[in-house]
């Protein structure tokens, strides 16, 4: 269970540093892919779901605010989303330990 959580927060690390630091250096359309598609895609389908993801948008604004349920939504399928990949890397490769231990004996 310990090779589950710290791939796990391997994984959440490498993808908040993914969605961070490219912006902090330069920011262009491809700097801002990742940022973009992790908060807008899980959005877009939660809203099909007809969740109340986005606020009012005022005259003045250039779009809707994020709900803190649309936040929650998204902190938790990414949560979801890297655990699964955590959980699945890490039976993936103990499978093959395990074969070579059983040869070994």
Do not use: F, I, S, V
């Given at each position: 269970?310990?090779?589950?959580?710290?791939l796990w927060a391997m994984l959440l690390i490498s993808h908040l540093a993914l969605a961070i630091i490219p912006s902090l250096i330069t920011e262009n359309k491809?700097?801002?892919f990742i940022p973009y598609h992790s908060i807008f895609m899980p959005l877009d389908i939660f809203k099909s779901l007809v969740l109340p993801v986005y606020g009012q948008a005022g005259e003045e604004m250039f779009m809707a605010p994020i709900t803190v349920l649309g936040w929650c939504l998204v902190v938790a399928l990414w949560l979801i989303i890297h655990f699964g990949f955590a959980v699945l890397l890490s039976h993936l490769t103990n499978k093959g330990k395990?074969?070579?231990?059983?040869?070994?004996l």
């Open positions: 269970m310990k090779a589950n959580l710290k491809l700097t801002a395990a074969t070579r231990t059983a040869r070994l």
